[in-house]
């Protein structure tokens, strides 16, 4: 025995495989973790009612500070799951470098640890940045990366043993139990943490329960749609989706308040019943995101709920020298909008409804900004909390830095939705799509085949120059591979851009051309 223990004593180099072995228990150990401190942050995010886990907190600064061409790529290749694609690849970079900090807690704590403090570090410097983190928002960071630091140095202490001596029972059963304690531990805290961090069923409850002004009826303007089309009005679930809000605000409507300040007369304050008492208005109006391309489905069209923006304002009194409104969300993001556009006819309005419904909380519950006309990213606010009356010379909204055209009226495009995709045979074709130009309007949508003459379409009725249009055009199909374009002609008559231009920095031009095999 005493011989044995002596034996061993010497054996200070492990043979290769033990080695391995214990690597490799070390990489779990990282994993658990990491794991075990990211439940505990969830926890710690619930109980101070904050959205800033570590996950949240490092994501929203990447999407803070992504280069413009980055984000074009993420919406292309993800679309709206951009935001599962971003959480999930931090999640997996989070572990891998939590694996190597297990790996090397085995032999040096110190080396692991560093690791896992880099990690927290970074998570709470993230959270420290973000508007809407608060005082506390980084707080579920710092929990995260101490809980993960004491269960790594639980695993050294398990391993150290084992790596010199490979067989030891004792520390390969120490090690299995205490993995599978780390890792039951982490899922109960982590469940916890999900019934803790209920704001989100809280909220959820507060707009199923309201009752606000509804519009009479949901059904389009007569004659709007063209049979085949896309749905002139945009179904809640299938609008698209564009922020920077990785956690999407969660706002109770009786908590609400919006502060229009700045350069007015009279500071109002608004709580959610004080909008609701107002004069209401019903209004469609298509939203487009700057980010499209030619051809993409960025845009919606429904119908909104809401206050005139420019009664309020009125109310406020803006002063002569103010040209700009910055409106804030909930979570920092900003857009500057300029004064006469919700001051002229167009009915800029705060909505609180979308087709017949409370907002959407991924649209902005409980209010936000919808302005007939310009981009999603200088006008749509959603989360709104304050408007500031201002000049565009005394400020920078959220993109204006990021490469962003301050001003940004929508351009004037068309789209081809049909035979897209559609299996196509000789003879008459339906060719079908839409076209917009908010607050101009769309007077003639044309197509042309094969780079042949231009062929004027049929419009559907227009149900205002705020909405998209829908056209239709019939086409006798020869059998073989064939280019259709599209371009529309706005109210004056003028054709939109043929160039092609991407999207930054002030919306992408060019005609909407797609190839349809017909047999
Ligand atoms: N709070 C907040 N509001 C925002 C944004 C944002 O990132 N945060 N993005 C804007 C952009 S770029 C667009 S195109 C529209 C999209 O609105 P939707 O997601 O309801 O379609 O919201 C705008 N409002
Ligand atoms: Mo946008």
Known sequence: MNQQLAEREHQIEPPPDG???????????????????????SVAAGLLGTSQ?????????????????????????????????????????????AAVGGILAVRRYWAGALIVVVLGGVAVAAAMTRADSGQTGFVPSAVAGLTALGVLRLYSSRLEPLFRYPD????????????????????????????????????ADARNGLSIPM??????PAGVQVEGGVPWATPNEDFYRIDTALAVPQIMPSDWKLRIHGMVANELNLSFDDLLKRKVLHKWVTLTC????????????????????????????PSKDADAIQSTSKDGFTAGTPLSTLLDNRQAMLAFA?????????????????VPGLYGYVSATKWLVDIEVTRFDQFEAYWTPRGWSELGPIKL???????????????????AGVAWDQHVGVSKVE???????????????????????????????????????VRALDAQGTPQVEASAPPAPDGSTGLHTISVKVD
């Open 19 to 41: 080695r391995r072995a214990t690597r490799w228990r070390g990489a779990v150990g990282g994993v658990l973790a990491a794991l075990a401190g990211l439940a505990a942050g």
């Open 53 to 97: 886990t570590p996950v949240v907190a490092i994501g929203s600064a990447f999407i803070d500070r992504v280069p413009p061409w980055l984000k074009e790529l993420a919406i292309s290749w993800f679309g709206t799951n951009d935001k599962t694609a971003l959480r999930a690849g931090i999640l997996i970079v989070l572990l891998a470098l």
């Open 168 to 203: 030891d029972g004792v520390s390969r059963r120490g090690f299995l139990q205490l993995s599978a304690g780390v890792a039951i531990g982490s899922a109960a805290i982590g469940a916890l943490g999900r019934v803790i961090g209920g704001n989100r069923a809280a909220v």
């Open 215 to 220: 519009p009479p009826s949901l059904a389009p």
């Open 290 to 317: 700057v980010s499209n391309e030619v051809g993409g489905d960025l845009i919606g069209n429904a119908l909104w709920t809401g206050v005139l923006l420019k009664d309020l304002l009125e109310e406020a009194g």
């Open 354 to 370: 979308m087709n017949g419904e409370p907002l959407p909380v991924e649209h902005g519950f409980p209010v936000r900004i919808v």
């Open 413 to 431: 495009s068309s789209r081809i939705d049909v035979p897209l995709g559609k299996k196509v045979t000789v003879g008459p074709t339906t060719v």
């Open 447 to 485: 197509v042309r085949v094969d780079g042949g003459p231009w062929q004027q379409t049929t419009l559907a009725a227009d149900a205002s120059i705020d909405t998209w249009r829908q056209w239709h055009w019939t086409w006798d199909a020869p059998r073989g591979t064939h280019i259709l374009q």
